[in-house]
């Protein structure tokens, strides 16, 4: 099943923590730093997480400016899908990179990180950029395995493949 695709982009802004969260309590679940490039350019990656709301965002600075170049905002998705994969499983809103830092995997390591802490899953209405990133990179990561979820709205289930098996994403039949 593959996803709707929108043309119309949806509201993308490079938010810290503290402006993501405004007055609302979250804690910080993790934070590493990975250097990343030809040029070795040392990146900060945060993951910051409101129990209370579900709400949550992984930011990502620049080091050696010190510059927010991008961020991955998530929200808890509903009981039943985290019922049905046995984990707190979270929902991508929006993944933002700087244009200047495109081509670094940021958004990937970003989501790979998370997967360590949440089941991440996407929803069957995508960008085209979204959908790019889930087809060529997220697809592609070997310590990522994505599966296909449907009727994530009502009484949400993993989709069978014709040996009755949990069907994993192949991103070889997209297009």
């Not at 979820?149 to 069978?160: A, E, G, K, S």
């Amino acid at each position: 099943m593959a996803p709707l695709i929108v043309s119309l982009p949806h509201e993308k802004n490079l938010l810290s923590p503290d402006e993501f969260f405004c007055e609302q309590s979250h804690i910080c679940l993790d934070t590493f730093t990975l250097t990343i490039g030809p040029d070795n350019v040392p990146f900060e990656f945060g993951i910051f997480y409101g129990e209370e709301t579900g709400d949550g965002v992984v930011s990502i600075t620049e080091e050696t400016t010190s510059r927010l170049v991008g961020n991955v905002v998530f929200k808890k998705t509903s009981d039943e899908l985290c019922i049905l994969t046995g984990a707190t499983s979270v929902q991508i809103s929006s993944a933002m990179i700087d244009e200047d830092y495109r081509g670094f995997a940021l958004a990937t390591t970003a989501y790979g990180k998370l997967a360590e802490y949440f089941h991440v899953v996407s929803d069957s209405v995508q960008t085209v950029g979204g959908a790019a990133l889930w087809k060529n990179k997220i697809a592609a990561t070997p310590s990522l395995t994505v599966h296909v979820i449907v009727d994530c709205d009502t009484t949400p289930r993993m989709l069978p493949d014709p040996n009755n098996e949990i069907q994993v994403y192949d991103s070889s039949k997209v297009y």
